[in-house]
């Protein structure tokens, strides 16, 4: 092998390895949610409120909400902003879906309209916070959309634990959103090692 190339080789390598020390592994974030004065810390949303010098594109991928068995399914969803919301009607009645405001701005309200079954309407969103879903003709039935900032986010399940996976390096805060809590958060370091958080929700 002549030097020429032997020099290029190590070149090559020390590039390889800078550029992974500089990006770093990208890491999982987890964690519990403890919930005072609530029923339970199920169904709390849980995200990262930016990312320092990064933008995220509205996903490619729509997200369904369907209207099943009289109730919202999922209850919840938590969606990255810019995400188109596709509503089914997956029952053999009507089913309407309006939302009274997005994040407590009531000039964001705004009526879907009533479909029959197996029929879908989409709607993008591109505003941060909560969407309350009721149906004014199930006046029992309630679900929210949660429009947060950046694609690093999770529900937490029955025990109030949640798992945010493929966050990158960096000094984040962590924040909560739910429909009886009050927000909360949490500054967190990730730095290539699972990390666990805990939070605290109050109402
Ligand atoms: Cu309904």
């Known amino acids: 092998m002549s030097l020429s190339r032997t020099a290029v080789l190590r070149a090559l390598t020390l590039l390889a390895l800078g550029a992974l020390a500089s990006r770093g592994w990208a890491a999982e974030l987890k964690g519990k949610v403890t919930a005072v004065g609530m029923r339970s810390a199920e169904n709390i949303a849980v995200f990262i409120d930016s990312v320092p010098g990064k933008t995220f594109a509205p996903p490619a991928q729509h997200v369904t909400v369907d209207q099943l068995h009289l109730a919202f399914a999922p209850h919840i969803v938590v969606i990255q902003q810019g995400t188109t919301v596709e509503f089914k009607n997956d029952d053999n009645v ?63 399940d029955k025990d109030g634990n949640f798992v945010i996976k493929d966050v990158p390096p960096g000094q984040y805060t962590l924040k909560t959103g739910s429909e009886n809590g009050k927000p909360a958060s949490q500054s967190v370091t990730v730095a290539g090692a699972p990390v666990n958080v805990a939070l605290t929700v109050t109402k």
């Open 94 to 156: 009507g089913h309407n879906v309006y939302w009274p405001a997005i994040h407590h701005d009531k000039k964001l309200a705004h009526n879907m309209g009533t479909w029959p079954q197996g029929l879908s309407k989409p709607f993008t969103f591109t505003e941060i916070g909560d969407v309350p879903l009721p149906c004014n003709v199930h006046p029992e039935m309630s679900g929210i959309i949660f429009g947060v900032p950046t694609p690093y986010f999770a529900v937490t």
